[in-house]
């Protein structure tokens, strides 16, 4: 299985609401990221977590939390967003310090901050 | 510190046209180099990849090469088609980082008419 799953594919949330975004990937690996990818821009580096543990966190504010409950899930909790939040949010895993360091990445969740 | 720089598009280009799009990079060391394409709709796919100079990557009718003297990695296909229609990333893995810190270039959105 070479893919990363992602749920859900869109989210449409009030800046009140406390929302989950969901990731998963059965390749073993051991190192999962967060991007957020404004339109027409590249994808931008949120957090690494690389055996379960937070390895990066690219001062993301702390409405943004991530979790890693285990190897092959990977979490983003969302709360009190603002509307410039709305992006795609690119789930991506890899295997640490093996290959070339490609990535691998799920298809995104759409937000939208109403 | 580490950079990658692509021509900027969009590049329109009949179907059967020849393509090129430019990548140069900074960086220290030997890093690995990546281009990802993202069709509309859709998270990043690694097309092809190269981790020393003078390696060729290619995939799908597309080829890079590693070019240490030039600091370069461009893209060319001999015969694009309309489902070639995406945007193009090209990415620098620093050496020595376990590959967690992916650098993108801006992207160039290719378009095929048919």
């Known amino acids: 299985d070479t893919e990363v799953t992602q749920t859900p594919k869109h989210l449409v949330m009030g800046m009140t609401n406390k929302k989950s975004l969901k990731c998963e990937q059965h390749?073993?690996?051991?190192?999962m990221y967060w991007y957020k990818q404004k339109a027409k821009k590249p994808p931008e580096l949120m957090f690494v977590y690389s055996y379960e543990k937070l390895s990066i966190n690219e001062s993301v504010p702390s409405r943004f939390s991530p979790e890693c409950p285990n190897s092959s899930l990977l979490n983003l909790h969302l709360h009190a967003l603002q509307p410039e939040d709305s992006a795609l949010y690119l789930c991506a895993s890899s295997q640490p310090g093996g290959g070339a360091g490609e990535q691998f990445f799920g298809p995104g969740t759409r937000l939208t901050v109403l | 510190g580490n950079s990658v720089t692509q021509m900027e598009g969009p590049v329109t280009l009949s179907e059967e046209a020849f393509l090129t799009i430019n990548c140069t990079y900074t960086?220290?060391?030997?890093?690995?180099l990546f281009w990802y394409v993202q069709y509309p709709g859709e998270g990043l796919q690694l097309l092809l990849k190269?981790?020393?100079?003078?390696d060729k990557g290619s995939n799908k009718g597309f080829e890079a090469t590693y070019r240490k003297e030039t600091t370069s990695f461009h893209l060319e296909k001999g015969s694009v088609q309309v489902s070639d229609s995406a945007v193009y990333f090209c990415?620098?893995?620093?050496?020595?980082?376990?590959?967690?810190?992916?650098?993108f270039g801006a992207g160039t959105r290719l378009f095929v008419k048919a």
């Open positions: 990415a620098l893995s620093p050496f020595n980082t376990g590959g967690f810190k992916t650098i």
């Open positions: 190269a981790t020393k100079a003078d």
């Open positions: 390749m073993g690996h051991r190192a």
């Open positions: 960086a220290t060391g030997y890093p690995s």
